[in-house]
């Protein structure tokens, strides 16, 4: 049996022309349809068939059974004169009226009459569509007459869609030809224009709620952007125009349009159709359901079923991504070059403008309905290819709309952009593009043409490439194109609220042009191992000279590719109070328009990545190192300064405490270490300071005060309490069993023995932790977690966990301990899965190591945690010996793990080994 072509199903419902039982007949049925389905399935998983030719099987053998079900139904419901006969046709619309169908796809059915149908029709399509429910189908109906048909297409675009699709299966021939007859008739009367219209529109829509980029990493398979709805979308407009059953029909001098498609293109249709079916059927076999969500804990689990392994540097995961990527790309070009080829060939030839402008003349363009095209006959786009470039900067030069017909011809020939590299005027444009008005759009088109890619031919390693994280939303070349776009938000002072100092910093830059084309190669390097940003850095010096661009251009560029995230670990990863912090990241800056240029690259690259990544208070933590590291390059920080800096902090303390006696103040100002003066503002200190007053009248012996930051979306919560072990630990275990994330803290241990620690904490939503009840709550946490009463092990566990779909994201634990980031502290970065109760896990193993924290800084990157920790020992000096840190490494490694209870397990046994040996 060849794979595609279905067997003759082994149904007989009427044995001997006599009907069987319904309970009968209904078990035979569910046996018949778990085979068809069985059989299916086994031919598509041993790889006999693909995904399309597994839908066409399936919708070929629903046929029979769906013809066995009629003849069955008519002999059970017969008419007045006791005979089988039918007065109206079983129709298949939808996807199951094109002849393909998805194992857990509606059956789309229309029963259709000559009138309106009678009581005896009624009666049987009651019978035959309970039959089906019984049988476990899921089935879209209706009841129609020819007339009534063609009054619901008229008023509802879904229902002409339908009726485009719609196949006779079986009983009277006769309404359905009437049906046909009429609907080509009304389809010619209408014309296509109505009818593109509405689907336009109708995909802009979907387009909307499904993502209106292809490259999101979690892709919605049949309804998102380059998906197989966007196919269906072409075979409706070809069907609808030209009344095509197939696209290789449009093929062809002699094809209806006059070959609207080239072999090649009716090939990448043919793949597109074929790779997305795949996907769908493996899709809904993984799941048991009609999923078209290729999300995060599905991705490895297709991947594999479809072979993909690891090739190089990439796994199998990322292979099969980049290869849906990459036909969603393929989907997107086919759809600019068949859809305004189908249109103009239903309207008519374009009306040429004759009165053209003199200065697009020159340029070797002209109008076509009034949009532009390369100027005919002499000029086109594969013998002059620079005219792919005119073409988009007179659109956006002069407001212009391109002509479908000519975006079309250049991604036909797209290629012959290789001639271009090196080409002076060619450069000169695309860099104007690039740092133009809406340059995140044209990069967008030139890069969905496929002009990119063979413009800057290592454009195309990043092409579709995706990072199996959930901390990147889109692809690594949407996410540059994004960036760029963000870049010019910031230029022209659309994001002057969210982005104050970058937007002041980008009118102060003398090297604008290096910053839009690090922004275009800062993640150039990705998926080819190793550093991004060094090999990044090297590919930036070969790219640049190509560009046209000047050796000192060249580079500024390769250094802020190489230095592109410096701004943002220091801010996230290191305590910016800590004078070595400013020091070392300012010996490699050096320049004040370097530093300058950093930023603004950073927030552009930041915001890029996704909605939800940035927020106020990363903002405020980017400004922080800007400014401080600004006023080292401008001479003012020092080391030998820190003394005078701390004597500045108590003055403008004190002078905050005018409520305060002589006797009050010295003593509040007595209690903090330098550390402390250093790390906060003079507001904050008299804050502090009316906290302990008001403690120690009290006699308190734990205070909780929280203050809600909005401007920087964090709520701040303040904890004095008597420092002891762990306490950092415990406080955080009550954070967590609140609810509350905590973005940055900071650790104070005073004179007097107390600790007053500082938490940034936010919602699960990323704003601020400001509903008053969630509020009171978290106090009374902080209460019972020190004072024993609440078992934080046990409400930890309680806490929601991550979405099912995450689950499949691994994160490798990682501990890396510094001891040359910082003159004072060992400095201890942890990476980990995030969950609820990791940074109590953590800093409990550190205290019980016997490790003082003196600040923690606390950054997710979407289901990953990077933590890092200022710590001492006990004699208050750094952790330097290597008996005393493998322990640490490895009681830090069992915390990160989630599989391992505390103080259990292979790792617990090698923690408690290695510590008896220390």
Known sequence: MVAGEPADVELNLVPGG????????????????????????????????GGLGAARRLSARMDQVMGAIQGYAALMVPNSRGGPGLDFALVATGGYGRGVLAPHSDIDLLFLSHKD???????????????????????GHATRSVKECL?????????????????????????????????????????????????????????????ESAFLVEPHVKEGKGGLRDLQTLYWLARFGFGVQRMPELVGADAPGGGLLSETEARAIRRAWDFLWTLRFHLHYVTGRAEERLTFDLQPVVAARMGYTRHGTQDGTERLM???????????????????????????????????????????????????????????????????????????DRALDIHPLAIRAMIRHSRRAEALRGDEEANRIFLDLLMGRDAAKW?????????????????????????????????????????????QGIETGALAEVAPVATELMGQLQSRRALYVAALLHDIAKGRGGDHSELGARLAQEICPRLGMSAEETETVSWLVLHHLLVSHTAFKRDIEDPKTILDIADQVQSPERLRLLLVLTVADMRAVGPRVWNAWKATLLREVYWRVSEVLAGGMTVPERDVRVARAKE????????????????????????????????????????IREAEAAAAPLTVRSRVLADRAVTEVTVYA?????????ISGALAVAGASIVDARIHTLTNGMALDTFWVQDSQGGAFDAPHRLARLSVLIEQALSGHLRLDAEIRKVRREPARLAAVTVPPRVVVDNHASNTHTVIEVNGRDRPGLLHDVTGAISEHGLQIASAHITTYGVRAVDVFY????????????????????????????????????????????????
């Open 322 to 396: 980049k290869h849906f990527f990459l036909t969603a790309r393929d989907v997107a070009r086919l759809s600019r070059v068949l859809e305004p080829a189908i249109e103009r060939a239903a309207l008519g030839p374009p009306a040429r403008r004759r009165d053209g402008d003199p200065a697009i003349a020159a340029m070797g363009l002209a109008f076509a309905d009034g949009k532009l095209v390369a100027a005919p006959p002499d000029r086109d786009f594969s013998r002059e290819p620079v005219l792919m470039l005119r073409i988009l900067k007179a659109a956006r």
């Open 151 to 211: 009054g619901e297409a008229q008023k509802d675009v879904t229902v002409m869609t339908a009726l485009v699709d719609a196949r006779f299966l079986a009983g009277d021939p006769a309404p359905f030809a009437q049906f046909q007859a009429e609907f080509n008739r009304m389809r010619q009367k209408s014309g296509l224009a109505p009818f593109l219209a509405a689907k336009r529109a109708e995909r802009q829509a979907r387009h909307a709620r499904y993502g």
């Open 443 to 487: 990069l967008r088109l030139l890069n969905e043409m496929g002009f990119l890619a063979r413009f800057i031919p290592e454009w195309q390693r990043i092409t579709g490439l995706m990072q199996f994280d959930t901390y990147h939303v889109f692809t690594v070349d949407e996410h540059t194109i994004e960036a760029i776009g963000i870049l």
């Open 117 to 139: 149908p009678g009581p005896r029709t009624r009666r049987l399509v009651e019978f035959l569509l309970y039959l089906l429910w019984d049988c476990g189908l899921k089935v």
């Open 871 to 918: 710590v001492k020992d006990v004699f208050g000096l750094k952790v330097e010996n290597e008996r005393k840190l493998a322990p640490l490494r490895l009681a830090l490694l069992e915390a990160l793990s989630p599989t391992v209870p505390p103080g259990g397990g292979a790792v617990a046994s090698t923690v408690r080994e290695a510590a008896a040996k220390a």
């Open 18 to 49: 006599v009907p069987l039982p319904r309970d009968q007949a209904l078990a035979l049925l569910r046996r018949e349809l778990g085979r068809v389905q069985a059989e299916v399935q086994r031919l598509f998983e041993a790889r006999e068939t």
């Open 652 to 691: 403008a303390a004190s002078a905050m405490l005018p409520a305060f006696t002589q006797e009050e103040t010295e003593r509040f100002l007595a209690l903090g270490y330098p550390g402390y003066w250093l790390s906060f503002d003079a507001e904050t200190h008299a804050r502090h300071a009316g906290i």
């Open 722 to 730: 008597a420092d002891h072990p762990g306490l950092f630990s415990r």
